[in-house]
DNA sequence: TACATCGGTTCAAATAATGAAACGCAAAAT
DNA sequence: ATTTTGCGTTTCATTATTTGAACCGATGTA
């Protein structure tokens, strides 16, 4: 009996070859990293972000990696569907009409981003920076609710802006208790540098989620943004699964000792609240 | 030279066989009404409705009439990308929050509805009457611009409820102007009943139609709800092209002849103002 | 004029989707 | 207590579907 490695340029298969018939052995033997036609399909709309509203096919073609065809074959179902449309003059794609339907009924069912806006507010007036909550979305930590600061220097968080795992103090208290795979993964590929601080060896990082398991609390200063200041907690869904942060972003100048003591424990009680309104539990080895 | 209809379990095409090769004729010929895979597992998120908040694996699998496994594989692609969560009790299947960062990222790209709104709130404020503007999303008519009534009885429209083609007077503004084969599939399939005077025989609609390709205005009497009027006008992008409609939904009681000519004339103005903003111009045979 | 790039199309080859059957489990019915 | 039903999930051989190199015509550029 030996072993066969069939690789395809979307998944690797390990084969057990015993006798005469080849047979894919499941389970810890399959590597099946490739992503089925529809999720490559809904990657496509990754790449859309602000800076770029609009992507034509071969754009799209070559930041995905697909072939042509298939890229145009992807965009037409997207279009059908009004997840993308296209631009009758330019032939550019954008984000369809479809986001607004889906959207609206979502929180028709689940009005949560209410109720995670006026957490944000309260974090917000007990400590005059900028608050934001921040949830998964598919891959991504993604801020849902953000209350800015009043004063003249603030930093703005807009929301669905995506929230880098490496780079942000969101991020981090996510990755302090996310499951181990989905650390490897957030962490296993190219980690940009926001700034000239931003930690981009996963080894350094790993040593910080060991400290912010430890604290409940998580800092960055200066990763994502330079002269800017994050401090972040998670918050917990049913049975202690990690949900996201809920965090405070302020300029560095105006980070005293003082006010940090106010900002860490306020950021506790919105990430206490978060955690009941998602009808979560902390997990058993949480510090607080 | 024969023709040959070949036939497989998702589109069926019609070959042109002359001499010794055959070869798939396309456009009048090819009739390719085979949903890919990407447009068969995106279709699944069309069975969420406002009674329909959560779903579960076999449900949808009746509902779509995939295969069980097909439908898992589809829902767990969706999943990941975050379009689609799993509650983790219940098994069951709801909108994910994709649609937040989506929705956002589409209205900071492109800033319609702010626009849309005001046009809908001045179409109320200049009526008295609830005002939507609906636009296309992928298949359906959903209403993105809503100014409710002041009134005490006033009908209520939500802001991204589909519009039926055959059974609200934006839809038929929308179908008086769209392609044939739009026309065709929108009336194609089974029509449902809303209200006992809910036109279901598309012979009866196609006349409609032609009436209001004439008057640039349509109208619906209790085809949708009970008691309610609706009336619409259509708005264009470049090139004519139909976008959408504007509407007043006002209670049957209310519609005197003196009101409905304010109102007429509030919609034309209305659906202007949107041809503009979408930088739009009229077909050449639109009547005003 | 030549050259590059764009969106889009073609078709045989190769892959990935499919679906019937089976599994384990839980709740409902007997 | 036992059987039945229905759920979500897994399996795997079959085959329908995706795939991609080459191609096309249009448009833009050196």
């Known amino acids: 009996m ?19 018939k080849a047979s894919a052995t499941k389970g810890v033997d399959t590597v099946t990293a490739g992503p089925s036609t529809v999720l490559k399909a809904l990657t496509l709309l990754d790449f859309f972000n602000e800076r770029r509203h609009s992507i034509g096919l071969s754009d799209f073609a070559k930041l995905s990696g697909y072939n042509k065809s298939t890229t145009l074959r ?5 279009e059908s569907k009004g997840f993308v449309e296209q631009d009758e003059k330019t032939r550019l794609y954008n984000l369809g009409p ?63 802006e995506p929230c880098p795992y490496h780079a942000t103090a969101s991020g981090l208290a996510y990755l302090a208790f996310a499951t181990p795979g ?12 926001h700034t000239s601080d931003t930690l981009t060896n996963p080894r350094l990082i790993y040593e ?20 800017v200041l994050g401090v ?13 942060a809920a965090a405070i972003a302020l300029p560095a100048v105006r980070a005293t000792d003082a006010r940090m003591v106010i900002i860490e424990e306020s950021i506790r009680t919105a990430a206490k609240r978060l955690t009941a309104l998602h009808g979560g539990t902390y997990p058993e080895d949480f510090p607080y």
């Open 232 to 244: 972040a907690a998670p918050y917990f869904g049913p049975g202690g699964r990690i949900c996201g």
């Open 208 to 227: 910080k989620l060991e400290a912010v398991r430890k604290t409940g609390i998580s800092y960055s200063s200066g990763t994502y943004e330079e002269e």
């Open 98 to 160: 479809a986001f607004l339907r889906f959207a609206q009924l979502r929180e028709a069912c689940f009005p949560v981003v209410d109720a995670v806006n006026t957490i944000a507010r309260d974090l917000n007036t007990s400590t005059g920076e900028t608050a934001h909550v921040s949830a998964v979305s598919g891959e991504w930590l993604v801020s849902v609710g953000v209350a800015e600061s009043q004063k003249a220097n603030r930093v703005i968080v807009e929301p669905g």
């Open 2 to 20: 030996y072993y066969m490695l069939k690789a395809t340029p979307n998944s690797v298969k390990l084969f057990m070859q015993s006798g005469d």
């Open 74 to 78: 992807f965009l037409t179902a997207l």
């Open 182 to 193: 989905f650390v490897e993964a957030a962490l296993g590929r190219e980690l940009e540098a």
